[in-house]
Structure formats: C-alpha cells, structure tokens
C-alpha cells in the first residue's frame, strides 16, 4: 500500500497541473493576449485556492515552455510569439538539415567543420569505437536576422579523408548535402532514417536559437546509411513554438497508371 508521502505528492501534483492547464488555455486561446500580464504569484493562490508551490511550479513550468517571460522588478507577461511557420522537408539546396523555409530570401548558413574524437554517443550510431576520429560541422541556418535551426553532423574521419569530400564545405563539392558527396567517392547511400522528438533545449541551444533556457525543441536524428553501415549522423535542433515540419509525398494512384495519370499529396506533420 502506498503511504502518505506518495498520495501528498499526488494531490500537489493535480492541483499544479489544474492551474497550469487553466493558464495555458487562456494563453493559448487569446484571453491572456500577448503582452499581458499573467496573474502573480499571490493572485493564482487567491483565484484558485493553491498553496504557493503549486503556483510557483505552473509559472515556472509556462516560463519554460516559452509562453511567459518575467520582467524584473514587474512579474509575468505573455511572450509574444509569432505564428509557426513551415521548415520544408527535402531542400538538397540546405545544406547541413533536410529542411528549407520556401520563399525567404534573406537565408543565410553558418558552419565551422573539425577533426575531434568521437564522444561514446556519436561512436555508437557511427558504429566506431570511442575516441575514433569524426569530421564534425555545426550549421546554423537564419532567415530574416534570427536563427531557424542548428544542426550538427558527424562523418568517419576514415571515410572521406584524403578525398575530395574530406570536408563538407569545402571544394568542388561543397554544400552538396551527404548523398551526393559520398556518391563521388563511390559510397552509395541507399536509405536516409529519421527520428523525430520533442525534449526542453539545452543552455548552449538556447542561446545560439535566441530561446528560453529549457524551451521545447523539435529534435531531428538523421542518419545516412549504406546498408548496415551509417556514414552520416546528424542532429537537427529546431524552435518548437515557432516552427512546424512538413512533409511532402507523391503517390500515384492504383489503376491511374495504366491512363497515364498520377494523384499528388501533401502531408503536413508537426512533432
């Protein structure tokens, strides 16, 4: 049987939780505009009969998710967030991540590549052993002034070293995205895997992306494989609350063939 420290918990957990939920669909509704100011800490204990744990964890936990900020010395105020706009899956013309913002002409790309030993987590999905020498390139795309996405990849220093791919930014095939690169050196990528999550960004993100410290991001694992072999991997760190992934697949339709016709689809996915 449970004691009584694990059902005090509970209850405080509930009570958070009905705040927090309250609060975010306010927000998230428009009733709390952006720019207004959010009930204190006081006025969230009075309006909804809390203990002061309860409302300082549901401010603490809608600072994190992004949708408030705190201003010294003046409380809680929505942050003002633009609407999400859509990263384009399949752009080769990016280098460094498979998406693309359509029609932005101010893109820009920054990267910086090096030689490093690989960390026991990039050993493991390059199927190296620790300490075995990567060619590692961070890329950050901006559009506009502000950052969009951060990527960094890895590639088996062995591979591409002493080729004319050994860096991914540099000569006759620079910024021509992994599949072609490793085709002029005779390694033929034959499938791409991606997994998408969702987890709080680290301090290092946040600052590069201009976000708050613990803000939710959109998290791309890529990697390139050549059979059972991966010789790319790379991860794509993305604003969740000011960007969506989207995915385009073309189908033909069955029996539409033989009349010469073919159905387009768009899929739309936000992770």
Known sequence: MAGPEPARRAATDAVYLRVLEDLRAQIRDGVLAPGARVPSRNAIIARYGVGETAAKHALGVLATEGLIETRAGSGCY??????????????????????GLSGTQEVTWQHQTEQRGADRPTARRLGLAEGDPVVRTRYLLSAGGGPVQLATS??????????????????????RGVIERMHAIGVLVD???????????????????????????????????VGGRTVEASQIVIPA???????????????????????????????
Not at 195 to 212: G, Q, Y
Not at 245 to 253: D, F, G, I
């Open 154 to 175: 890895y590639e088996p220093a062995q591979l591409t070293s002493g080729t004319a791919v050994a860096g991914p930014e540099q000569g006759q095939f620079a910024g």
């Open 78 to 99: 929505v942050r003002s967030v633009p609407p999400a706009r859509s990263l384009d899956h399949g752009r080769p013309d990016f280098p460094g991540s498979p998406f």
């Open 241 to 271: 609350d000011r960007f969506r992934l989207r995915y385009r697949t073309s189908v033909t339709c069955a029996g539409a063939t033989a009349a010469g016709a073919t159905g387009t689809g768009t899929g739309t996915g936000t992770a």
């Open 191 to 225: 499938h791409v895997t991606e997994d998408i999550s969702v987890r709080p960004c680290l301090t290092e993100e946040a600052t590069v992306l201009t976000i708050p410290p613990g803000a939710p991001v959109l998290v791309v694992d890529r990697e390139h494989h």
